[in-house]
């Protein structure tokens, strides 16, 4: 549908004004990257729903049925969103904003691409969503080992949590948007509670302990969460896909999902 | 797939190659840009003569106040990048490299 396309084009030009108002020059890179990342992955989708117009003459986004429109409309969105194999903007773009505008391109900005991906939902390709959700986690995992800048392990992170709500979209959109709503309440309390101590490296988060030692554990305790570990909430979407993923006979899956939480794990821990 | 299908499909591809494997300059980005929304209002124009429906007839023409919008958007950026940077060769877009 054509609102879609604008709602969409709306919100990459709402958010390009925040992100160059501190006037520094990574602010300004980083807004040209996204834009251009924005722009392109909106004019394909509008180029999927044209050819599937022109091939089965439906027009309606939720009944796209010919499979080439389909796989590159899922494509289009997941570059919105930063899944792999597109997932490269995400690190840089976000380590060039500050930690609020950070806030609101990983949260805010996901939520439109994904009422989109829910609605196209039922009709998608099995193998693609499974391959992308993979290649997010492992990614997510191994690229955020090497980091010392706090920005770009949120931007592994969100690749990762991305990777893991794509996964259960082809069985039960509701864990899909039930993990986008536990991931995106983490994500807002590790940003707020990094401005809070105005930490942008791993070293400065050390200092914290010494002077407001309740913020200290909260940001151990909301890393943990988002790490996965039971029994706090974080744990709760992990478990029930792999119950799903099991349900339909895809152990291997289940197995390299739980391997790759492990890895991102490991970088929360330090 | 009817030969006018296969234009604008053509020229949607052949825009979006340019845009991915842009080489020196930042502009011939935004011009790629510009030719894939092109090609998509010519597309959607011939698509809403086809069907003869009148609602539909006035989507071209968002598309097109649209796509001016976020050309301007890509100048204004450019203009910025060029003010701080100097330039606007990609080469000096490598501030953010971990």
Request: net charge positive.
């Amino acid at each position: 549908r054509f609102l879609a396309w604008m709602g969409l084009e709306i919100s990459t030009m709402a958010i390009i004004p925040l992100m160059t108002q501190q006037h520094h020059p990574r602010a300004e890179e980083a807004a040209t990257k996204y834009f251009l990342t924005q722009a392109t992955a909106a004019a394909m989708i509008l180029f999927a729903s044209l050819t599937n117009a022109w091939l089965t003459g439906e027009w309606n986004i939720s009944q796209i049925s010919h499979p080439l429109s389909v796989t590159l409309t899922i494509l289009a969105l997941a570059l919105k969103i930063g899944l792999a194999p597109m997932h490269f903007w995400l690190p840089e773009v976000l380590q060039g904003l500050n930690l609020t505008t950070g806030l609101i391109l990983s949260t805010w900005q996901k939520l439109a691409p994904f009422a989109l991906i829910y609605q196209i939902a039922p009709n998608t390709n099995q193998t693609l969503l499974i391959t992308l959700g993979i290649m997010s986690a492992l990614i997510g995992g191994w690229g955020g080992l090497n980091q010392t800048q706090l920005r770009k392990i949120l931007a592994y992170s969100s690749i990762a949590h991305l990777g893991w709500m794509i996964i259960i979209l082809h069985f039960l959109p509701n864990l899909t948007l039930l993990n986008l709503t536990l991931y995106i309440l983490m994500t807002s309390t590790m940003f707020l509670s990094f401005k809070l101590s105005m930490a942008t490296k791993v070293n400065s988060l050390a200092t914290t302990w010494s002077k407001t030692p309740p913020l200290a554990a909260l940001t151990m305790l909301s890393l943990l969460s988002l790490g996965g570990l039971p029994p706090l909430t974080g744990f709760m979407p992990k478990w029930l896909i792999l119950q799903e993923l099991t349900k339909q006979n895809l152990p291997i899956t289940a197995t390299i999902m739980a391997m790759t939480a492990l890895l991102s794990l490991f970088f929360y821990l330090r | 797939m009817t030969p006018t299908h296969f234009s604008f499909t053509s020229a949607f591809i052949l825009g979006l190659m340019g845009l991915a494997f842009h080489r020196t300059h930042l502009l011939s980005t935004l011009l790629c840009l510009e030719g894939m929304m092109l090609s998509l209002f010519i597309a959607l124009s011939l698509w809403s003569l086809q069907l003869n429906v009148i609602p539909f007839s006035t989507t071209p023409m968002i598309l097109l106040a649209f796509s001016a919008c976020e050309a301007s958007t890509g100048l204004a950026l450019l203009v910025a990048t060029a003010r701080t940077h100097g330039t606007d060769h990609l080469q000096s877009l490598n501030l953010l490299q971990c």
